[in-house]
């Protein structure tokens, strides 16, 4: 199973980005995925999750600015963030539990896209 994430880049303060994450491989369906992000000094934290029911749930410090979404016939995962802050400059991970065949799961990095946010 691969992450293959896409969609940082480089944008003022007040902008907006959008990334996405593509699961391919070996696989039965998705459990719950998200983002993650770490910033330089710092340790990984959560941003945002959506599980396979829908459910999400989201970083303090993101609430209200960034939005978590996912397409199960496409296997991916966006996360639209807007009012973007110089705060929010971090490698960003995407994450999956993924269940290939019923009965075992396993858990995926991808490989992180860099999101830099100038003040």
């Known amino acids: 199973v691969q992450l293959q994430a896409c969609g940082g880049g480089l944008v003022q303060a007040g902008g907006s980005l959008r990334l996405s994450c593509a699961a391919s491989g070996r696989i039965s369906s998705i459990n719950t995925i998200g983002w993650y992000r770490q910033a330089p000094g710092k340790q990984r934290e959560l941003v945002a999750g959506i599980s396979s029911g829908d459910s999400k749930n989201y970083a303090d410090s993101v609430k209200g600015r960034f939005t978590i979404s996912r397409d199960n016939a496409k296997n991916t995962v966006y996360l639209q963030m807007n009012s973007l802050k110089p705060e929010d400059t971090a490698v960003y991970y995407c994450?999956?539990?993924?269940?290939?065949?019923?009965?075992?799961?396993?858990?995926?990095w991808g490989r992180g896209t860099q999101v830099t946010v100038s003040s």
């Open positions: 994450n999956a539990e993924v269940r290939i065949v019923p009965g075992l799961s396993h858990n995926y």
